[in-house]
């Protein structure tokens, strides 16, 4: 099927905008992504040891005894975020078993990069109280001052180290 | 009065639905705009692409616009629209962090889940990577739990910060997104390349 073009970011951020909105009016609340993850994580981890949780003062929020881990409204949303993707890649001919790269790397070079950059991330998020969706759209268009903070932090410290890794994109 | 959920208009089981329709949305945009592609992401920051930028100031302000319009209107109650509480040292080095495994990975948590779903192997790698990594801050947590707490500074928004009104805040936002978007779009036109399919 004939890839089409990505549509015009404004648009989709007007779309993404709307998307937001509807989950604070009906809501109250925005969106996320890391949350879930953790969830994922901490659940993961209790069934290797449930103890090892119970003892941990951040795993026991998300699974520890008696916590009802997947009972939660980010666990559902990401769950549609997957599908809304597919959809979406579906209908644009864009589902594809590929790896994403620069012309100048493989994409066995491209996996240890992206391992990387994730293990990065995901400290980040939790550190951060949130990621991209949950901190700086959300937050942001709650004008909280963390989330603004963190979104300026988010692009300066991604602009700093661009020239390091610039070999695996361009 | 909005938001329907908080003034008892529905139950949790039905805010879980919500939530699947909401997060299709949000993964439906977010592919549409090509964060499926990890390389649209990255462009962003050797100034190839806007993308992020745009994607992620427009929906802020379209989001925020609505909330005040509708606030003026009397049509939602935002002391009940959760407002993410601030820490800000935390927030401040786990958003430098982030940035950082952004460009090296191209993904954040969100874009790399729609990536998956359409079959990009190297958002597989990252989902991992971000599990272990919140694995890795879990176990260590007890050492840093301290620092994560510093900084708090509970519900606090811009205009509270700065002193000034709702209103005012908002329309400073604007002006800075509308300020980003024009810088934007010159630095593409001076680094950036022809817009192309991946």
């Avoid at chain 1, 949130?130 to 963190?150: I, N, R, V």
């Amino acid at each position: 099927m004939e890839q089409k073009k990505y549509w015009n970011p404004y648009l989709a951020g007007i779309g993404l905008g709307i998307t937001l909105l509807l989950a604070f009016v009906l809501v109250g609340r925005g969106l996320g992504s890391s949350g879930a993850m953790i969830r994922v994580v901490s659940w993961i981890t209790s069934t290797f040891s449930q103890s090892h949780v119970d003892a941990n003062p951040y795993f026991v929020k998300y699974a520890g005894s008696g916590v009802n881990t997947f009972q939660n409204w980010l666990v559902f949303e990401v769950i549609g975020v997957a599908v809304g993707g597919f959809i979406s890649g579906l209908l644009s001919g864009r589902l594809k078993f590929k790896t994403e790269h620069g012309p100048n790397i493989t994409s066995k070079i491209r996996w240890i990069y992206a391992f990387a950059g994730g293990i990065l991330m995901g400290f980040g998020a939790r550190l951060a109280y949130g990621c991209a969706s949950g901190q700086a759209l959300t937050g942001g268009a709650t004008l909280a001052l963390g989330s603004w903070a963190f979104m300026f932090s988010l692009f300066g410290g991604g602009y700093l180290v661009a020239y390091f890794v610039r070999r695996q994109w361009l | 009065m909005a938001p329907f959920y908080k003034t008892g208009y529905f139950s949790e089981p039905t805010s879980f639905v919500i939530a699947f329709l909401i997060g299709i949305g949000f993964g439906f945009w977010l592919e549409r705009a090509g964060f499926g592609n990890a390389r649209v992401l990255a462009a962003q920051f050797y100034f190839k692409k806007m993308t992020v930028l745009q994607v992620m100031f427009t929906a802020i302000i379209t989001a925020m616009i609505g909330l005040l319009i509708f606030s003026l209107f009397g049509w939602i109650d935002l002391d009940l629209v959760y407002i993410n509480p601030t820490f800000i040292w935390p927030q401040i080095i786990g958003g430098v962090i982030l940035g950082t495994g952004m460009v090296v990975s191209g993904f954040c948590p969100g874009t790399s889940i729609v990536s998956c779903a359409t079959g990009r192997i190297d958002a597989y790698f990252y989902l991992g990577g971000a599990l272990f990594g919140m694995f890795l801050f879990g176990e260590i947590y007890p050492l840093i739990e301290g620092f994560h707490k510093t900084g708090a500074m509970g519900r606090m928004t811009l205009d509270n910060w700065m002193n000034i009104s709702l209103g005012m805040a908002g329309f400073i936002v604007i002006l800075l997104a509308i300020g980003m978007f024009w810088g934007g779009e010159w630095l593409v036109k001076k680094f950036g390349e022809k817009e192309t399919a991946q």
